[in-house]
Antibody, heavy 115, light 108 residues
């Protein structure tokens, strides 16, 4: 059973870069597509993008200029960087994995953008 | 991008009743790559259905998905107390992968 755990700062200042890491256990990162999905408080879900273990990426065009997703197969981790954040980026950020739909989800981590 | 519209926004039903949730796409969903998720407060979403009609591992058979092209339906045949939650559809056939806005299933 694949388990995912997000880690990173819960508070980021406006204009700075949000950085989160997802640690994968119970399975190899050399499988699946590894996603980041976010959910603003009280709102719906937004797909940010994914990375394949071989490094291929696919980003949401609405965020593409600010997003980088990378993978470290040696550590069984993948990461999200979102630059130039504003209050609109305040959300619960989920790392998630799947192929047909998103099968595995982390518990989510709330990131607040505020000075 | 493919916009998904879910209806109704809120559905009020009693345990034991049948629930029918709709997800409509503005354009055809490639290969019927349509998934349904259940989300309870404070929890991550859980995959229920993928490929429009295939149940994910461990999902009870009271949950079923149907539809193709632009119109999809999630049916819960007989509601259990634990089924009251928010349900989202997602298409993963065309990038960007988009979600519907959600249907809240509440106890009547």
């Amino acid at each position: 059973q694949v388990q995912l755990q997000e880690s990173g700062p819960g508070l980021v200042k406006p204009s700075e870069t949000l950085s989160l890491t997802c640690t994968v256990s119970g399975g190899s990162i050399s499988s699946y597509f590894w996603n980041w999905i976010r959910q603003p408080p009280g709102k719906g879900l937004e797909w940010i993008g994914y990375i394949h273990y071989r490094g291929g990426t696919n980003y949401n065009p609405s965020l593409k200029s600010r997003v980088t997703i990378s993978v470290d197969t040696s550590k069984n981790q993948f990461s999200l960087r979102l630059s130039s954040v504003t209050a609109a980026d305040t959300a619960v950020y989920y790392c998630a994995a799947g192929g047909s739909g998103v099968t595995y989800w982390g518990q989510g981590t709330l990131v607040t953008v505020s000075s | 991008e493919i916009v998904l519209t879910q209806s109704p926004g809120t559905l009020s039903l009693s345990p034991g009743e049948r629930a029918t949730l709709s997800c409509r796409a503005r354009q055809s969903v490639s290969s019927n790559y349509l998934a349904w998720y259940q989300q309870k407060p404070g929890q991550a979403p859980r995959l229920l259905i993928y490929g429009a009609s295939s149940r994910a591992t461990g999902i009870p058979d009271r949950f079923s998905g149907s539809g193709s092209g632009t119109d999809f339906t999630l049916t819960i045949s007989r509601l259990e107390p634990e089924d009251f939650a928010v349900y989202y559809c997602q298409q993963y056939g065309s990038s960007p992968y988009t979600f519907g806005q959600g249907t809240k299933l509440e106890i009547k």
